[in-house]
């Protein structure tokens, strides 16, 4: 009889221990999970037009329709907007690409307007809006991001990217998150 009785209770105390054991283990995934959720949210590097979400650069051929003019994309519309009002702002819209766009906006020759660095923001936000809302596929590929970092990863700029190390202040991937919010919001 007495024997029984101490079965049966280390069959109690392994059933104890089994049940705690396993819900330590449940407890430790859950908070693992919460952690990853948390912590760990995903990131989605860009920066060349053909690679994955290269549709997100602004050298990307997506043209756009702002002040009443179009221009071939996005980059073209900054960088002109550096000498707003002078015929360097046309000359820029009409270049042969991006690239010859960026050059040419970069080329400080070309005297830059005084109030550029407080500027420059609205006017990406502005060339953002534009691209997002006058293309559809866009607007579709930018909430398909739902909640993820979004980077243009790149050593050559660590204002509008990451600087290559991640240090830089990805002005570019900042706007285009609170352009995705804006967008998706009711
Ligand atoms: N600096 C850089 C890119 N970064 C892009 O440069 C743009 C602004 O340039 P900035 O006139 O210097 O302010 C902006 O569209 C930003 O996303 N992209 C590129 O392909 N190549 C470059 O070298």
Known sequence: MLKIA??????????????????NR?????????????FIVQKIHFYSVN??????????PYSVRIKGKLWPTTEHFFQAQKFAGQP?????????????????GRD?????RRDWDSVKISIMREALWAKFTQHQELRVELASTKDACL?????????????GDGKGK???GILLMELRAKLSAP
């Open 88 to 104: 360097d702002e046309e000359k820029i819209r009409k270049a042969k690409t991006p690239v010859l766009a960026a050059q040419m």
């Open 151 to 163: 980077v243009e990863h790149t050593e050559n700029d660590d204002y509008w990217g990451d600087g």
């Open 26 to 38: 449940l407890t430790s995934a859950v908070t693992i999970f919460r952690f990853v959720e948390v």
């Open 51 to 60: 690679d994955d979400y290269g549709s997100f650069s602004n050298f990307a």
């Open 6 to 23: 101490f079965a049966s209770r280390q069959a109690l105390f392994f059933c104890h221990r089994t049940a705690l054991l396993a819900h």
């Open 108 to 112: 400080r020759r070309r005297p830059l």
């Open 170 to 172: 990805n002005m570019l």
